[in-house]
Nanobody, 119 residues
Framework: QVHLVESGGGLVQAGGSLRLSCSASGRIFRINAMGWYRQAPGKQRDLVATITSGGSTDYADSVKGRFTISGDNAKNTVSLQMNSLKPDDTGIYYC?????????????WGQGTQVTVSS
């Protein structure tokens, strides 16, 4: 079973920056993609950014130009550099990994890390 550990969350003022990191360990199959989702209070969990093993990235419209996702296939890690943070970026950020297990794609989540942006 894969185990995801996130780090880097915290409290920051609007306009500031944070960097989130996630490391996958345990029984790891072929990783198709890793990414970050966030859940604001009272809202559903939404995509923030993903990166495939080939390096293709995808971002939510709300973070384009401000956030940058990067990954290290050799280390099974993914990071999210968040700049120009806004209060709307507040939420719990979850690391996500999509693995290929035989003919199936399987997703796993980390425990989440809190990001709070004050106005």
């Amino acid at each position: 079973q894969v185990h995801l550990v996130e780090s880097g969350g915290g409290l920051v003022q609007a306009g500031g920056s944070l960097r989130l990191s996630c490391s996958a360990s345990g029984r790891i199959f072929r990783i198709n993609a890793m990414g970050w989702y966030r859940q604001a209070p009272g809202k559903q969990r939404d995509l923030v950014a993903t990166i495939t093993s080939g390096g293709s990235t995808d971002y939510a419209d709300s973070v384009k130009g401000r956030f940058t996702i990067s990954g290290d296939n050799a280390k099974n890690t993914v990071s999210l550099q968040m700049n120009s943070l806004k209060p709307d970026d507040t939420g719990i950020y979850y690391c996500y990994v999509n693995q290929q297990i035989g003919g199936l794609r399987a997703g796993s989540w980390g425990q989440g890390t809190q990001v709070t942006v004050s106005s």
